[in-house]
DNA sequence: CGGTATTGACTACAGTCGTAATCGATGCGA
DNA sequence: TCGCATCGATTACGACTGTAGTCAATACCG
């Protein structure tokens, strides 16, 4: 596994884009992301190369233009990320987070039954 | 509420020595920091008043040095914190959350007989 | 063929972060 | 009283971020 660097709140906004859909050229990924931020073309072609250098994604050319991948995939990405946020804040102990959800009523019906399946499946 | 900006990874380390005991010299954080952290007593320092300048600590004069104690409880911080996450990368689900830490097999027994018990907590 | 639009590359620039040195004031010990 | 230790404040500085302008090459339209 490549270390993989921190990718920044400006470029996880990218990589959704390509998660989402990919390969995408870059003014693709422009007008994708123009829905939740008001970025210039320039601003998203910036963010790729960015995440070019910290090999996240991987371009190749289709003539004249790059056609943009995602080298990891959401799920390493949002498990890493899970992790060290349960480490950073509940030291490394999951259930304070939950507790800390619930207390602020995060938690939706749905949540509920669907961490009991968890648990069960746990359980055996 | 205040904003209460950003508070950055050294930046915590900091506040969690404040949050373990307070009010404090920063000489007392440096002190207490030491033990995770290789800084000197003026990295300590600075970071100090960078959270000063946040708004999320105060300090209190005291003879020729400084007490400094947080303004955030530690718990609102957490709390506004995991629930950033669990948006920013679940969508604000927080079953996902979980199941992917289980599959990371984050999950110890405790938290597992924990989360049973706050489940059940939330049933009745 | 010539002009225009488009593309990626390079440059910019202020703000934040991590890490610390230095400075000016001041209090304390000898 | 005089020097030294200590304190907070100021300054430093390179890396990273957010946001974008500009440039050189090039492809496409007329």
């Not at 959704?16 to 601003?43: G, K, M």
């Not at 995060?106 to 039954?113: C, G, K, R, S, Y």
């Amino acid at each position: 596994m490549v270390a993989s660097e921190k990718i920044s709140d400006a470029e996880l906004v990218v990589m959704e884009a390509l998660w989402r859909q990919s390969p995408q050229t870059a003014t693709d990924v422009a007008e994708e992301v123009a829905a939740d931020r008001d970025w210039s073309v320039q601003t998203v072609k910036t963010l790729l190369s960015r995440l070019l250098g910290k090999d996240v994604v991987a371009a190749e050319q289709d003539g004249r233009r790059f056609l943009y991948r995602p080298l990891v995939a959401r799920e390493d990405y949002v498990a890493s990320e899970s992790g060290r946020m349960v480490s950073r804040l509940f030291g490394g102990r999951v259930s304070p987070l939950v507790a800390q959800l619930a207390q602020q009523d995060q938690l939706t019906p749905e949540d509920i039954a669907e961490l009991e399946q968890i648990l069960k499946g746990l359980k055996s």
